[in-house]
């Protein structure tokens, strides 16, 4: 059931923990990932004002709609690239991966029993988006793990490796973006958990 200026397609989101904590950790083999709450706020005392309001301040994506909220990340990275002879060797690479989530926040309190089905509902929006979550880092890690010690031969100017790894890289997204796609396929489906948190959310039940 989407809100008004939310279509189904758009509803992606979600919490990952407190509203405004900060989490790091250390990344698998190296670097860090730091994970950030990032609420805007909505108003509304019962479930469908607070769906409608969600409707008119979620984040904006594509053709004008709105979504209960997305997750978006930042990947760099710190390379070391050793020519050895005539080949070049990709001898570091540390990732610092900073992953935003941007979900809704009641700007007012709520009374029973909004409160419980607005509890709820953001605890199923963030098992949904901890998901998007994960799949990031383990992107990360393959990342990580298929550029080190990658290596070229007749490559002086490491031109080559850049090559393949753009190569790799490309491969990784294109799965990690897959994985998203079909995740989201299943979650939002007629009668799928996306809807079921919704309806619950506004019938109160």
């Not at 790799?168 to 009668?191: A, P, T, V, W």
């Amino acid at each position: 059931m989407p809100c008004p200026g939310v279509s189904r397609q758009a509803i992606r989101a979600s919490l990952v923990m407190l509203a405004g904590m900060v989490a790091s950790s250390p990344a698998q083999a190296g670097g860090t990932t730091r994970e950030v709450i990032k609420p805007y706020a909505i108003s509304g005392t019962s479930g469908p004002e607070l769906y409608a309001s969600i409707g008119e301040k979620g984040p904006a994506i594509g053709n004008g709609g709105r979504a209960i909220a997305h997750t978006t990340f930042t990947l760099t990275w710190k390379r070391s690239y050793e020519p050895q002879g005539q080949a070049c060797v990709l001898t570091q690479a540390v990732p610092t991966l900073t992953i935003t989530y941007t979900l809704p926040r009641p700007s007012g309190s709520l009374s029973s029993p909004t409160r419980e089905n607005w509890q709820a509902f953001i605890a199923g929006i963030e098992t949904h988006e901890r998901t998007h979550g994960a799949h990031i880092k383990v992107m990360t890690a393959e990342i990580e793990a298929a550029s080190l010690g990658l290596r070229a031969e007749n490559d002086p100017k490491c031109q080559k490796v850049r090559e393949e790894l753009n190569r790799r890289l490309k491969e990784i997204s294109d799965r990690k973006r897959e994985k998203d796609r079909l995740f989201e396929q299943e979650e939002m489906k007629n009668g799928g958990n996306i809807q079921r948190l919704i309806l619950a959310l506004v019938n109160g039940h």
